[in-house]
């Protein structure tokens, strides 16, 4: 299985992304093995540190400091990804697993659910529900009661299952794709599904670290910050469309679609908001409302304002959603990969 493709190239382009979803629903994230991700942001910790020291506090510099950053690190690991799958061609037994456990490592449905399942079980103790839920949100998790423990974990639940599972499984479907037409094209050069996975991946650490309104960020951080929008925007727009038939609702697409772009524009990001609505409205629970975070706070706006707010079954809810539209999102990729070969 490489992706110097000929007969059946589709399906064997699929097969490497199935294969890596399994491994990350089995795997996750295991503790103690360097994960691409850290290896990401040791480099934005010392290319900030560099550009600091350069631009100091002057707006300008900051900004096109900004932009190197994003151009340096989104590039050199879409080009790591890129070697990786090289290296599948070249030397099957070596580069083959390292490519299933790049693709594994760009997910994040597995490490998710284990994240919010252990806030869940570790209620009624509230506090270390706090300290469980401190670990995979952003917001002040100091005082929150049972009751916005809950919201809380269903809020990340909806928002990063597009972060860290259907924005990177999108980029790696493209990229399949484009691996096998560019075989068919002549065309071995143009990137795989591990190269634009990590790419993707870029982007989200550099927004999750730089993307911020306050100080040096406000500059340093945009340009990472837009990239990552940006990417996300397509995948957001589809997860919001095909929930209701992951929700077994397939009369509602319209009208839940319609209902998280509307809701979900009263949300300072272009894609937490509808996200967070489109599970909303299929999982049937209320999300929104004032949080705390270290610089202040933040009134949310409500969405599905008329269901009622969130529980324990509603947060399983909304991870059985995700599991059941990673399938659906996996089965129909399979249609064309199919077709190519026949």
């Known amino acids: ?48 540190r560099l550009a600091e020291a350069v631009a100091a506090d002057r707006p300008l510099p900051l900004r096109i400091a900004g932009v190197l950053i994003t151009m340096v690190l989104v590039g050199g690991s879409g080009l790591a990804g890129w070697v990786v799958e090289r290296l599948a061609v070249a030397v099957p037994p070596l580069g083959l697993p390292l490519l299933l456990l790049g693709l594994a490592s760009a997910l994040a ?12 079980a570790a209620l009624p103790d509230l506090e270390q529900a706090r300290r469980r839920l401190a670990w995979i949100v952003g917001r002040d998790v100091t005082g929150l009661s049972e009751a916005e423990i809950l919201r809380a974990a269903a809020e990340t639940a909806s ?27 002549g065309a071995a050069w143009l990137p795989g599904p591990l190269a634009l996975a990590w790419a993707f991946k870029a982007a989200s650490t ?18 990472g ?3 990552d929008d940006g990417l996300t925007w397509l995948p957001c727009r589809l997860v919001a469309l095909s929930l209701p038939l992951a929700a077994g609702r397939p009369g509602m697409v ?14 300072p990001s272009p894609n937490a908001g509808v996200s967070q609505a489109a599970y909303a409205h299929a999982a049937g629970v209320r999300l929104g409302g004032l949080n705390r975070y270290a610089d202040g706070l933040r009134a949310k706006p409500l969405l599905a304002a008329d269901q009622p707010p969130a529980d324990r079954q509603a947060v399983a809810r909304i991870l059985a ?3 059941r539209l990673e399938l659906l999102w996996l089965l129909v990729a399979a249609v064309p990969a199919l077709l190519l070969l026949r």
Not at 206 to 223: E, F, H, I, N, Q
């Open 1 to 48: 299985m490489t992706f110097a493709f000929t007969h059946g190239a589709g399906l064997l382009a699929w097969l490497s992304v199935a294969l890596a979803c399994a491994l990350d629903r089995l795997l996750g994230d295991p503790h103690g093995l360097l994960h691409p991700v850290q290896v990401m942001g040791w480099c934005i910790s010392r290319l900030r």
């Open 109 to 120: 449905g597995g490490s998710l659910r284990r994240a919010v399942e252990q806030v869940l």
């Open 159 to 185: 928002e990063n299952a597009v972060d860290g599972l259907f924005g990177p499984l999108f980029w790696m479907l493209l990229g399949a794709a484009l691996a096998v037409f560019g075989d068919a094209w």
């Open 206 to 223: 550099l927004d999750s670290m730089l993307g911020y309104r306050y100080g040096r960020l406000r500059w340093l951080g945009t340009a």
């Open 225 to 227: 910050a837009r990239l």
């Open 254 to 267: 319209c009208r839940w679609w319609r209902a998280a772009r509307r809701e979900g524009a009263a949300d």
């Open 321 to 323: 959603l995700s599991d």
